[in-house]
């Protein structure tokens, strides 16, 4: 769609700022592949810290500094002179309630500082340009990432002051979000979105529901990373048991738990033959996933050396392809696995990763199963969850892949209706 050959600029604001998440780095490439193919004479601007890397992987996108949304975000922005004339407290109404108002105070604090003067201004002008402000696919706006929730939702407000222009969220996994602050500011900030594209409806649904968000604003689509993974896909199921575990503060799992998940997954790969895989998700430091897997497959060197190289969406699902069940504590090994028709046990100790899993399950209906690791038998739940599957994975495997096409049908729907919302502008 050229918009009577207008050019159009689109804005997003994406979950991973240097793409050290295989999940993020897909649900990135969907949205703007979608938005190119879509809005054929579009520019389509991306925040990062590594341009390098989002050009690489991203062919779609102009890379844009997310320097200057990290000054905006800064929470005194009073210039030394006016301090005492402005209160310590009006700051954060100011930015609540005039957030255009932040950017002039920066640019006078900035007044003798060029190249940070510089930085906010490529921000708030590209902000300020965008026909389309778009966050891509994320479980960030959730009690477990309470300072970068935040400053989603304010960067979100700082886009909903210009009127008249669609501001968007799409693969959004929402909640759980008990932080009284957090709550505030998204009931006063989500309700005013055009669209938001939920991953999954379990707890989502209902809880922007409470915030008070209406129905029509809000639709089902599940995760965007389930495209690429599907167009993948290979006729045979593999052989071996993915196997993936996050150790974090915030999925709940620290190594107390691997002694028991290495017995059960050890014993169920040598009396069915079946190798363990490594699938790891994410590379960011301390709680990369490879470290974890270590510990689960601890003697199978050539395995996870094999992992070692997997770095892109790509590299992942061909992995994923070797097995016929995945063993996960991520997300998003889960969402390649399904979205190939490889059936999925989801690890849960938080409540994160247990609406997570629970709503994956709930997206697919059959072939995702999650066990909670704090519960006390949780070593037979996974040790028969997992030889049931095995046995049923090609069974099960058409009505796997029956639910992937229909979300990735749903996704396609949302963006359409992105698209139409842009035209609107006229």
């Known amino acids: 769609m050229r918009f009577n050959h207008r050019p159009i600029q689109i804005l997003i604001e994406p979950s991973d700022y240097v793409l050290r998440n295989i999940g993020d780095m897909a649900m990135l490439y969907a949205a703007t592949e979608r938005l190119a193919r879509l809005c054929d004479n579009s520019t389509i601007n991306v925040l990062t810290d590594d341009p390098d890397a989002l050009r690489r992987f991203c062919p779609f996108a102009t890379p844009l500094s997310a320097e200057g949304r990290a000054l905006w975000l800064k929470p005194d922005f009073r210039p030394a002179k006016l301090k005492r004339f402005v209160p310590k407290h009006w700051p954060d109404r100011i930015r609540r309630h005039a957030p255009r108002l932040v950017s002039l105070f920066w640019r006078l604090k900035f007044r003798h500082m060029p190249d940070a003067r510089a930085a906010l201004l490529r921000f708030t002008d590209a902000v300020d340009r965008a026909d389309l402000v778009l966050v891509s696919g994320m479980g960030g706006i959730t009690d477990a990432f309470p300072e970068y929730a935040l400053s989603v939702l304010e960067a979100l407000n700082l886009a909903l002051a210009r009127k008249g222009r669609p501001v968007v969220m799409v693969g959004q996994g929402i909640g759980p979000l008990a932080n009284a602050e957090l709550r505030a500011r998204a009931s006063a900030i989500l309700p005013r979105l055009h669209l938001i594209a939920l991953r999954e409806t379990r707890a989502g649904l209902p809880l922007l529901a409470e915030l008070g968000v209406s129905k029509d604003r809000i639709c089902a689509t599940g995760d965007d990373a389930i495209e690429m993974a599907h167009e993948m896909r290979v006729d045979e199921l593999g052989t071996g048991i993915g196997v993936n575990l996050r150790l974090s503060s915030y999925s709940g799992v620290s190594a107390d738990i691997l002694e028991g998940l290495r017995h059960v997954l050890g014993a169920t790969s040598d009396s069915l033959e079946a190798p363990l895989i490594a699938v790891p998700v994410s590379w960011v430091p301390r709680e990369a996933d490879i470290d974890a897997i270590r510990g689960l497959m ?60 629970l709503g994956l399950a709930d997206m697919f209906g059959t072939g995702c199963e999650m066990v909670a690791l704090d519960h006390p038998n949780s070593a037979e ?44 502008q006229g």
């Open 298 to 357: 601890p003697t199978d060197e050539t395995e996870l050396n094999r992992a070692l190289a997997i770095r892109t969406p790509i590299d992942l699902i061909r992995q994923i392809q070797r097995c016929r069940v995945v063993v996960t504590g991520s997300y998003h090994a889960g969402v390649f696995a399904l979205a190939n028709g490889i059936p999925t046990i989801g690890l849960a100790r938080s409540d994160y990763y247990v609406d997570k899993f």
């Open 381 to 424: 739940k996974l040790r028969s969850a997992l030889r049931r599957l095995l046995e049923e994975a090609p069974a099960i495997r058409p009505a796997i892949l029956a639910k992937a096409e229909a979300q990735i049908a749903a996704g396609h729907t949302a963006y359409r209706r992105i698209r139409d919302a842009i035209g609107d």
